[in-house]
């Protein structure tokens, strides 16, 4: 064989290599970055834009063996609800009969861990962190989150050196709490959790969060945990007694804010309002790094959406449930309460000349179009006024297209009538099936 044709041999390898390694179409894999119990982490890229990402693959057969099916749902449904500069961003979920694909905002800095592992930090450094770690907590709470794992490793650095916090695998929802208004499972890491955690009462998942933080901004600045000890018993009790030491290098300021944090009465610990007014966090402080996110980022999250072709559709729920009876419709209520959605194998633009077909056959009037997105309202005033609905599409692959109806306006019963009796006849030729006999409600 000639030097050129082994050449050619090796191209050829290469190439049944890399489209072994491109899923969905959409991202190539490349190494891995990391592995866990049930998933390994791979680098990736967007085949289309050639955007680093990296891509979580999770065991679907390993999830539901150990009944982590619920754990998998929470993740994904608490990271669609917390968009934030300091968060690590979920850009969508794929799936397939054996594997559950999750499509990250690639982190290149690492750990905080491991600048932590080499020493303290210096102070403005420290705090700097501190400022962006209470940033990403504060909207968390504010969309009713709660991490529960929060610790260095689970805080990563981007390549400007600023932070992001990881893995809401153990996070907690609103839905989760008890009549008491209460969380009540035991879970996180010792050395980082909460003395009410331990305990077996119920407790406030962001007051449990806000210790987490003093331990984490204690460690930043001493090297070493606040509560380590050999002996695990002994370890709890002195986080029952939120007994710890200062190092003679803290700062007055700092030792007060942590001192306001480690307070064993989750009912006497310090609030995010006032640690955001306390003079060392304010110290070398921006706007931006006392608000959540402002208008104007959420607005530009808001634009992601508005492109030349359609959205690729998060389709998570019904590739899963079409494939394995593994349902996550449920984890969309929080967010999509009154729709009906199906599947279609036509064109984006050929499914919205038939919408608008639809829309004025059935006396709705078209009140907005844009790029993939349609509204209409309904001639007749209803009890709650005109019924306005909205239909968006998007693209889920080359040849399959997800459409969803929502109301925008009007009497829910019109509207699950408008879903039932008006639109489904009306669209049935496009339609390849419908996700759901009850989505409209």
Not at 31 to 38: D, I, K, M, S
């Amino acid at each position: 064989m000639d030097h050129r044709s082994n050449q050619s041999l090796q191209e050829t390898y290469q190439l049944i290599n890399r489209t072994q390694n491109i899923i969905f179409g959409k991202y190539e894999m490349g190494r891995v970055l990391g592995q866990g119990t049930f998933a390994k982490v791979y680098y990736g890229k967007n085949l289309a834009t050639s955007e680093s990402v990296a891509i979580k693959v999770i065991n679907k057969e390993q999830v539901k063996k150990e009944e982590m099916m619920e754990q998998i749902k929470r993740e994904i449904s608490t990271m669609r609800l917390v968009k934030h500069p300091n968060i690590v961003e979920l850009k969508e979920v794929m799936a397939t009969k054996q594997k559950i694909f999750f499509v990250m905002e690639y982190i290149k800095g690492g750990e905080l861990f491991a600048k932590v592992a080499k020493g303290k930090l210096k102070e403005d450094v420290a705090r700097k962190y501190f400022q962006q770690l209470i940033s990403a907590v504060d909207f968390c709470h504010s969309r009713g989150v709660s991490h529960r794992d929060l610790k260095p490793e689970n805080l990563l650095l981007d390549e400007n050196g600023n932070l992001k916090i990881s893995d809401f695998g153990l996070s907690a929802l609103p839905e989760q709490l008890r009549q008491d208004g209460l969380l009540h499972t035991r879970c996180g890491t010792p050395a980082y959790v909460a003395p009410e955690v331990l305990r077996k009462k119920g407790y406030d998942g962001a007051k449990a969060d806000l210790w987490s933080c003093g331990v984490i901004l204690y460690v930043l600045l001493a090297g070493f945990l606040p509560f380590q000890d050999e002996n695990i018993m002994k370890m709890y009790r002195r986080i029952f007694k939120a007994e710890y030491e200062f190092p003679p290098w803290f700062s007055y300021d700092s030792k007060r804010l942590i001192s306001k944090l480690l307070v064993a009465d989750p009912e006497k610990r310090i609030t995010i309002e006032a640690i955001q007014r306390m003079p060392w966090f304010l110290k070398g402080s921006t706007p931006a790094t006392r608000i959540s996110v402002s208008e104007q980022e959420t607005e530009e999250m808001e634009k992601v959406r508005s492109k030349s072709s359609p959205p690729f559709y998060n389709a998570f729920e019904f590739i899963s449930s079409m494939s394995s009876g593994f349902d996550l419709s449920s984890m969309f209520e929080t967010t999509r309460k009154s729709g009906s959605m199906f599947t279609s194998k036509r064109s984006p633009s050929a499914i919205m000349e038939k919408l608008a077909a639809a829309a004025k056959k059935l006396g709705f009037k078209m009140v907005g179009v844009k790029e993939y997105t349609m509204k209409m309202e309904g001639a007749k005033e209803g009890r709650k006024g005109k019924l306005a609905v909205t239909a968006e599409v998007f693209e889920v692959a080359p040849e399959v297209a997800v459409v969803e109806f929502s109301k925008s306006a009007g009497d829910t019963l019109e509207y699950k009538k408008f879903c039932e009796e008006d639109v489904r006849p009306a669209l049935d030729d496009i339609v390849w099936s419908w996700q759901g006999e009850s989505n409209c409600q």
